[in-house]
């Protein structure tokens, strides 16, 4: 059985190149209405390296492609370890970044949330944090008295203070919502991870035309030794040779 770690829009296209195979695509459940793939589909995490490893010979996992998000480090660094450990075939299917953007050599990059957030507080007063809600926490105090428009999908974990504006929706966005949401805001400053992908660029293309500053947290490093493709079709190649 090959397994599938999922849960973005390259996992869902890999799956569906799949189709045929034996396979179980996994989804590590953080999101309250994920969208699913085609197939069949596990919610939940593993229980750490010890916990993939036993998953892997009980389900008798004949490889792995891990297509999880760029910054869902944990999950990737504990696939490397636990395919190595067990002798199990490991592909990583990441989205390229938009390092590679002509306007990105202007953009304020960091390796952090929180210098994310203090590169906010110096750049602007009216904020568009669209980092998922799992990374606000460090932009509570730095930004408490200021007017910041927040985007996530889930209600926030920590609590917003009163001066922001909380818009819980999903992409993907296109340039004139874009457009009409940053005006409406008079945002100043666009916060964002290196994510990549098309569903959510429309945000950075509309900072360009608005002249606003852009603070991008760098994606982490992948874990070393471990083939890495950008292409669904390549994935889907390399998964057909190890079905």
Not at 102 to 107: K, L
């Amino acid at each position: 059985m090959m397994l599938l770690l999922g849960g973005t829009a390259e996992a869902r296209a890999l799956a569906r190149s799949l189709e045929g195979l034996r396979f179980t695509s996994s989804l590590a459940g953080r999101v309250a209405r994920p969208r699913m793939p085609v197939g069949e589909t596990r919610i939940g995490g593993f229980g750490g390296v010890d916990g993939l490893r036993a998953y892997l010979r009980d389900e008798d996992v004949t490889a792995v492609v891990d297509a999880t998000h760029p910054f869902a480090a944990g999950i990737s660094r504990n696939a490397a370890l636990a395919c190595a450990a067990e002798g199990v075939p490991l592909l990583r299917l990441e989205r390229p970044g938009w390092s590679t953007r002509p306007d990105a050599d202007g953009w304020h990059w960091v390796d952090s949330h929180e210098e994310a957030a203090a590169a906010t507080a110096r750049l602007g007063r009216r904020p568009f944090l669209s980092i998922g809600r799992q990374g606000l926490a460090p932009f509570v105090e730095p930004l408490r008295d200021v007017p910041a428009l927040v985007r996530v999908v889930d209600e926030p974990e920590v609590p917003l203070p009163p001066a922001w504006t909380l818009l819980q929706s999903r992409g993907p966005y296109d340039l004139a919502s874009e457009r009409s949401l940053l005006a409406k805001h008079d945002v100043d400053v666009v916060v964002t991870k290196d994510s990549g992908g098309e569903h959510t660029v429309a945000k950075l293309d509309v900072a360009a035309e608005r002249g606003a500053a852009v603070v991008v947290v760098r994606r982490p490093a992948p874990p070393e030794g471990v083939e890495t493709v950008s292409d669904v079709d390549d994935a889907a190649a390399w998964a057909r040779a190890r079905s």
